[in-house]
């Protein structure tokens, strides 16, 4: 397996290396200047010429690109031209915020999902079948901005039952110092259950939004799958020898069903770690996705690059986790 895995991260390096080619060169193809951006449109030739200068922006692109990809190499992404902060900096203090609710929102999928697909093949052709498959169509086909203001309107205006943004509430945040940047897990580990309630309140509006269409597509693909095993010749020899349903469909059913599945739950999973800009963006969520986006609007050339590689770092890496679980999934896959 070892040399697997050596052989899988060497064949990602030029995927990795294709990305930080065509992140640059698109961003160098937006309209406008950093240097007009941090100066404003008063500055004179002069002082832009000079930021530019120290910026290293009056490079030739290709010099600029192998600067780049250097820095990468040795995971220096520099620092933010507007706030001047290092990018790793960044990435520590927005990935956690991005990660707690991507795993919120799989959750969410995973819970509803994978039963609403069994049920569904379970039940074909019934009314709860199409019912359920109609359901997760309109999950797919929701815009996620617009879901997003409809549940804020909803819960947070008209109820006012949940915060309508922000990872944390001001009068929480106030006294509450993180210790690893996961605000679940350094609520539980202060054992402070005021502000777990408080963060997990500003957690459901956006989990709910960014899961589903990660729950729509969980769903239809379990019962595409759990249609293909049912129809096997195994499953009927179970149920004729007076298997229990319960365990034909859980046990037999469901684990040989569960390969596609688990590839479908990983790549939304990668999906979601990188960073919902949308979502993000709507509820004020400090994480990855409204970063990259901030960045993209200010110019800010080493906040959108050194997001996109980690961001893309993040994707490769989940698919590579998504194919080591398939042997333990059916032990008759060897990894070569």
Known sequence: MFKYILKRLLSLLPVLIGITLLVFTLLHLIPGDPAVVLLGERATPEQIESLREQLG????LPIQYFNFLFNVIRFDFG??????????????????????LAVAAMLIALILGIPAG??????????????????SLIGVSLPVYWLGLLLIYLFAVNL???????????????????????????????????????????LILPAITLGTIPLAIIARITRSSMLEVLSQDYIRTARAKGVPEYFVILKHALKNA?????????????TLLGGAI???TIFSWPGIGSWIY???????????????????????????????SYTFLDPRIQFR
């Open 278 to 280: 949308l979502t993000e």
């Open 294 to 324: 901030e960045g993209i609007l200010a110019r800010d050339y080493p906040v959108v690059q050194g997001g996109v590689i980690f961001v893309s770092i993040t994707f490769v890496l989940i698919n590579l986790l998504v194919d080591l």
């Open 118 to 135: 069994i049920f569904a093949a379970v039940r074909k052709n019934s009314w709860l079948d199409n019912l359920l498959m109609s359901s």
């Open 79 to 100: 620092k933010s031209i507007i706030s001047g902060i290092p990018i790793i900096d960044e990435i520590k203090t927005r990935w956690p915020a991005t990660f707690e």
């Open 160 to 202: 006012q039952i949940l915060p309508p943004s922000g990872r944390i509430s001001v009068e929480a945040g106030f006294n509450f110092q993180p210790i690893t940047g996961f605000f679940i897990l350094d609520s539980l580990l202060r054992l402070d259950f005021k502000t777990l309630q408080d963060v997990l309140s500003h």
């Open 57 to 60: 922006l009056n490079q030739p």
């Open 258 to 270: 569960f390969l596609p599945i688990s590839t479908t739950v990983g790549l939304q999973f990668g």
